[in-house]
């Protein structure tokens, strides 16, 4: 009775250190709650306004940022899934609206290469919500935000852009048509520029308005021009598998990769 006692205590003790191991060696996503999460070395998660943001500031000197399409077959990547697996980027988020076809909707600009033309004219929707902008990087990688208009007046080479709409903060000021903290909520991501010239990007990880979405860029992370790339469909990857979202097809990709 004594040895058996003796082996049981002996076998609990060893089925728990090996449960303890398996459990440290789970990976950790999302640990308790939406805003816990593992990222990647240049993001971080954020409360600001009673809402979890993850947020992911760039110097383009430490890593390369690249706008992609389509994948080395010459086929659209379908979704940001497919294109982790493939690609297993720094980090990586939907770049812009698309088409049924997932074709760009504006101005798409890839190695140089442009894809798609520069729209200017009036529409239906977020995109044609004036000013809308452009999200680009210069041949050198540093990025850039700026209102269509203004990219419209320029004649200087740019390696990638993509164009999508509305501009959320325009030279330090937000939206002059968004409302304070208005009805229409999503999920949201979208791009700015701070001081530094470092892209941020940033992803809600409940929903937001656009008045929320906006001051975010500029009042915390300090960006005076900041551009949305979409709603509902918003997703965010680390190097492996999905963070944020990820369950709707993506049209341009906008991934960051170590240098």
Same mark, same amino acid.
């Given at each position: 009775?004594?040895?058996?006692?003796?082996?049981?205590?002996?076998?609990?003790?060893?089925?728990?250190?090996?449960?303890?191991?398996?459990?440290?060696?789970?990976?950790?996503?999302?640990?308790?709650?939406?805003?816990?999460?593992?990222?990647?070395?240049?993001?971080?998660?954020?409360?600001?306004?009673?809402?979890?943001?993850?947020?992911?500031?760039?110097?383009?000197?430490?890593?390369?940022?690249?706008?992609?399409?389509?994948?080395?077959?010459?086929?659209?990547?379908?979704?940001?899934k497919t294109f982790v697996a493939a690609m297993h980027p720094v980090f990586s988020m939907n770049?812009?609206?698309?088409?049924?076809?997932?074709?760009?909707?504006?101005?798409?600009?890839?190695?140089?290469?442009?894809?798609?033309?520069?729209?200017? #004219?009036?529409? !239906?929707?977020?995109?044609?919500?004036?000013?809308?902008?452009?999200?680009?990087?210069?041949? !050198?990688?540093?990025?850039?935000?700026?209102?269509?208009d203004t990219y419209a007046r320029s004649t200087l080479p740019v390696a990638f852009a993509t164009?999508? #709409?509305?501009?959320?903060?325009?030279?330090?000021?937000?939206?002059?048509?968004?409302?304070?903290?208005?009805?229409?909520?999503?999920?949201?991501?979208?791009?700015?520029?701070?001081?530094?010239?470092?892209?941020?990007?940033?992803?809600?990880?409940?929903?937001?308005?656009?008045?929320?979405?906006?001051?975010?860029?500029?009042?915390?992370?300090?960006?005076?021009?900041?551009?949305?790339?979409?709603?509902?469909?918003?997703?965010?990857?680390? !190097? !492996?598998?999905?963070?944020? #979202? #990820?369950?709707?097809?993506?049209?341009?990709?906008?991934?960051?990769?170590?240098?």
């Amino acid at each position: 009775m004594i040895v058996t006692r003796k082996v049981y205590v002996w076998l609990a003790a060893l089925i728990g250190a090996l449960v303890m191991v398996i459990f440290v060696m789970l990976p950790n996503k999302q640990a308790t709650g939406p805003h816990v999460l593992t990222l990647p070395e240049p993001c971080q998660s954020v409360t600001f306004e009673e809402a979890n943001f993850i947020f992911c500031v760039v110097d383009p000197v430490k890593y390369r940022i690249e706008l992609q399409l389509k994948d080395s077959t010459g086929q659209t990547w379908q979704d940001l899934k497919t294109f982790v697996a493939a690609m297993h980027p720094v980090f990586s988020m939907n770049a812009g609206m698309y088409h049924q076809d997932l074709s760009p909707v504006g101005l798409y600009i890839e190695n140089g290469q442009k894809f798609t033309p520069l729209l200017t #004219g009036a529409g !239906d929707g977020n995109f044609f919500m004036k000013p809308n902008g452009v999200f680009g990087l210069w041949p !050198d990688g540093t990025p850039f935000v700026t209102a269509t208009d203004t990219y419209a007046r320029s004649t200087l080479p740019v390696a990638f852009a993509t164009q999508s #709409g509305p501009m959320l903060v325009i030279d330090g000021e937000i939206h002059p048509q968004f409302e304070p903290d208005g009805s229409s909520r999503y999920i949201r991501n979208g791009v700015g520029v701070d001081d530094q010239r470092r892209a941020v990007f940033v992803i809600s990880q409940q929903i937001v308005s656009f008045g929320k979405f906006a001051r975010l860029f500029r009042d915390l992370l300090q960006c005076k021009n900041a551009l949305y790339f979409d709603g509902v469909i918003s997703a965010f990857s680390d !190097d !492996d598998s999905i963070v944020q #979202g #990820g369950n709707f097809p993506v049209g341009p990709i906008v991934a960051v990769f170590e240098r």
